[in-house]
């Protein structure tokens, strides 16, 4: 079964800082997408942004880029430019394709403050 | 873009009643849908996962009988939580894939339902 880390319960930076947010996972699997979700105060789920395994490049959204080292299986996400915004809960998830059954598993999950 | 909307929002019920969920693709087709559970200030736990058309699959630990799902059409799935006791209070969270849209794609959230028994 996969598994995934994110070792930094809580995090906090000033605004306009830039910030990483760590996250490792474990599975044997060749092919699956990394994902790092954002749950704000409301609870709704938004994708911030997603990275296929087979894709060397890193992807980016805007203020939001990650680094993916898939030998390490390191999924890190970095905010840059902070804004009050995002403050929120961070979880980076994995997908392994299976028809059928494409669950996502979940990190623990960051908590962020953007501090004014 | 693809919405689920996730009703109720908030319910209390008492404690040997029965509440159900409903989550429902707006503007597509959700072969399958996923429900999750949520403690406070912990990450989601997946429940099931939903096929259309045929039975839910449950996760290690999850009770069936407790928790039932149907997901009878391509846009509607329920959550049925059956005989509630006050440790079924809970955040549950719906996912819906969108069928139309393979890989790394078509995973939209429900706003999520906020459980108490009372």
């Known amino acids: 079964a996969q598994t995934v880390t994110q070792s930094q319960p809580e995090m906090s930076v000033q605004e306009a800082e830039t910030v990483t947010l760590s996250c490792t996972y474990d599975?044997?699997?060749?092919?699956?997408?990394l994902f790092w979700y954002k749950q704000p105060p409301s609870r709704q789920m938004i994708l911030v942004i997603r990275?296929?395994?087979?894709?060397?490049q890193n992807a980016t959204e805007n203020r939001f880029s990650v680094n993916f080292q898939k030998a390490a299986k390191s999924f890190s996400l970095k905010i840059s430019d902070s804004q009050l915004g995002d403050t929120a809960m961070y979880f980076c998830a994995f997908m392994k394709p299976t028809f059928g059954n494409e669950k996502l598993t979940f990190g623990t999950g960051t908590r962020l403050t953007i501090i004014p | 873009g693809a919405v689920v909307s996730q009703h109720p929002s908030r319910v209390i019920c008492k404690s040997g009643t029965s509440v159900k969920i409903e989550c429902r693709s707006l503007?597509?087709?959700?072969?399958?849908m996923f429900w999750y559970r949520q403690f406070p200030k912990q990450s989601l736990m997946l429940m099931a996962t939903?096929?259309?058309?045929?039975?839910?699959?449950?996760e290690q630990g999850v009770e069936k009988d407790k928790f039932l799902i149907n997901h009878a059409s391509l846009t509607l799935s329920t959550l049925t939580v059956t005989s509630a006791h006050p440790e079924d209070s809970s955040f549950y969270i719906c996912?819906?894939?969108?069928?139309?849209?393979?890989?790394?794609?078509?995973?939209?959230f429900g706003s999520g339902t906020r459980l108490t028994v009372v």
């Open positions: 990275q296929e395994a087979y894709k060397q």
């Open positions: 939903s096929n259309e058309g045929s039975k839910a699959t449950y």
């Open positions: 599975t044997s699997e060749n092919n699956y997408y």
């Open positions: 996912s819906a894939r969108d069928a139309a849209r393979l890989g790394a794609y078509g995973y939209t």
């Open positions: 503007d597509f087709q959700a072969t399958t």
